[in-house]
């Protein structure tokens, strides 16, 4: 499906991330992991060669221009090319955001740089060899939050937001030179990031009322799930895939739910 194909995957080291580099390489891929924790990066990486693919682990901070810019050059100095892009880092806010019952300054910037500014950079960074080349997917990883506001985590919600409409953008701006640019909007998937939600929000109760966060977890999913079940790293890794071949040729400025229904728009 992806025999041969070059992929970058920023915030590939865990979760989502992982889940999509892992997908990417069983289909054929050879994947370089982005990403600001280089011993995980290394650590995935690692995981991607025992399936037989290449796979190089970088340091990379997808705030700074600079940072993306050396991702693409070194990925092009390894293997020649680039032909799949996923710009799947974010992060929930600010330094312990999970403390916090309302937004502060410091979560507002960190989710704008990080989960806007980290697709913008890893697009301008690419586009040069994509547009050269006439052929390219871009994959970016934005949230069902993104579709529906929640309640005490408006920075991350609005972040979400705007990777769909940035996602569009670069999709209607990229076309004429062959690239295809879509979103996944994932909904419910058990991450650090799902387990800092489930200990805010029960951090009102008293200790014995407490459920265990992955606990909390599942009873939203069932609460708010009409298939009954979370999703996974490895489904929106499939998702990502899919999007990455060509079966998806004629698929660009889309934004994609993978949410178990439980979103409607």
């Given at each position: 499906m992806l025999s041969d194909r070059i992929a970058i995957v920023t915030g590939g080291a865990s979760g989502i991330g992982k889940?999509?580099?892992?997908?990417?390489?069983?289909?054929?891929?050879?994947?370089?992991i982005a990403d600001t924790s280089i011993e995980n990066a290394t650590?995935?990486?690692?995981?991607i060669e025992k399936l037989g693919r290449r796979s190089i682990a970088l340091e990379t901070d997808v705030t700074r221009r600079a940072s993306t810019d050396a991702m693409v050059s070194t990925t092009l100095s390894k293997f020649g090319k680039i032909d799949i892009l996923v710009n799947n880092a974010g992060v929930g806010g600010?330094?312990?955001?999970?403390?916090?019952?309302?937004?502060?300054?410091?979560?507002?910037?960190?989710a704008y740089m990080v989960n806007v500014m980290g697709i913008v950079h890893g697009i301008e960074s690419a586009q040069a060899h994509m547009k050269e080349r006439r052929a390219g997917k871009i994959i970016n990883i934005a949230s069902t939050a993104g579709r529906r506001s929640v309640v005490g985590f408006v920075h991350y919600s609005a972040s979400k937001a705007s990777a769909i409409?940035?996602?569009?953008?670069?999709?209607?701006?990229?076309?004429?030179?062959?690239?295809?640019?879509?979103?996944?909007?994932?909904?419910?998937l058990w991450t650090p990031l799902w387990e800092r939600?489930?200990?805010?929000?029960?951090?009102?109760?008293?200790?014995?009322?407490r459920l265990s966060p992955r606990e909390y977890f599942l009873a939203q999913v069932k609460q708010q799930v009409p298939l009954g079940r979370e999703q996974t790293?490895?489904?929106?890794?499939?998702?990502?895939?899919?999007?990455?071949?060509?079966?998806?040729?004629?698929?660009?400025?889309?934004?994609?739910?993978?949410?178990?229904?439980?979103?409607?728009?």
């Open positions: 889940g999509i580099a892992m997908v990417l390489a069983q289909r054929g891929a050879d994947v370089v650590d995935t990486a690692r995981a600010g330094r312990e955001w999970w403390t916090r019952s309302h937004s502060n300054g410091d979560d507002w910037d960190r409409n940035v996602s569009q953008a670069f999709a209607l701006r990229l076309a004429q030179f062959g690239i295809n640019v879509n979103c996944i909007c994932p909904g419910l939600i489930s200990e805010r929000r029960q951090s009102h109760l008293p200790p014995d009322q790293p490895e489904d929106v890794g499939k998702l990502a895939a899919f999007l990455a071949s060509d079966l998806a040729r004629n698929i660009t400025g889309q934004s994609i739910n993978l949410n178990g229904g439980s979103v409607k728009s």
